[in-house]
């Protein structure tokens, strides 16, 4: 077989991208903690849908002002046991470094217990606002869109949600090997013509931003790379 029946094939096997929204709908737990110590124990329990969920639900929920802390453990921390040393250790987690949730479980823990060994009375402080757990539960809708090329998806972005940018760009990460995302792990099936595209997406880390800042970051990404207007 020549390979311009082999490049023939791999165009006829290659799928469209389906772009897709999702909803992250929450779900009470039950479990609850008034303090540190509890919080520690909760968290060696809870399902790692809880723990996806209070690192990255709050990006789907809308608000009026930025939020000074981007999971709701250091929040908790800070606002309701007032202890700036843990919520700062808390804060500068980034999941996206993490191999997976399990992993994020195991540095949560090894924080909250280092800081309660510097601090002793901190365990057994109560808080007047428990921390409640919540878990995650995504339910997955398709858009209609698609694309069969990828200056077609670049054109879809424009007008997308914020929550499909999410499901996209940020739940792939818990679907697809190597924390890749839908876009670049679509792209790469065109090999070196978006190859550098694919590097650029794999580099952003969508954790310190809004949803509404990587959605306008990732159509200027794409705009620029194939030479279209911005809207």
Not at 95 to 101: A, F, K, R
Request: hydrophobic share 40%; charged share 30%.
């Amino acid at each position: 077989m020549n390979e311009k029946t082999d490049s023939q094939n791999s165009q006829k096997i290659r799928e469209d991208f389906v772009m897709k929204d999702c909803a992250l709908i929450a779900i009470a737990t039950g479990k609850r903690a008034l303090t540190v110590r509890e919080l520690r124990d909760l968290l060696l329990t809870v399902t790692s849908d809880s723990i996806y969920y209070h690192f990255w639900g709050g990006l789907l929920q809308p608000r009026f002002e930025e939020r000074e802390y981007n999971n709701d453990f250091a929040a908790w921390a800070w606002y309701s046991m007032h202890d700036a040393v843990l919520a700062e250790r808390l804060a500068v987690l980034d999941p996206t470094e993490s191999e997976n949730l399990e992993d994020l479980r195991q540095q949560l823990i090894e924080i909250i217990e280092e800081r309660m060994d510097e601090r002793e009375r901190l365990a057994w402080m109560t808080s007047g606002i428990p921390f409640e757990f919540i878990r995650s539960q995504i339910v997955v809708f398709d858009t209609g869109k698609r694309a069969t090329k990828p200056k077609e998806l670049a054109a879809h972005l424009t007008d997308i949600s914020s929550s499909s940018v999410f499901y996209h760009f940020i739940d792939s990460r818990r679907r697809l090997t190597q924390h890749a995302d839908d876009f670049s792990s679509w792209l790469s099936s065109f090999e070196e013509s978006c190859q550098e595209l694919c590097d650029e997406l794999r580099a952003i880390d969508p954790y310190f931003v809004s949803l509404a800042q990587l959605k306008t970051q990732l159509v200027k990404l794409f705009c620029t790379y194939f030479n279209m207007e911005t809207s």
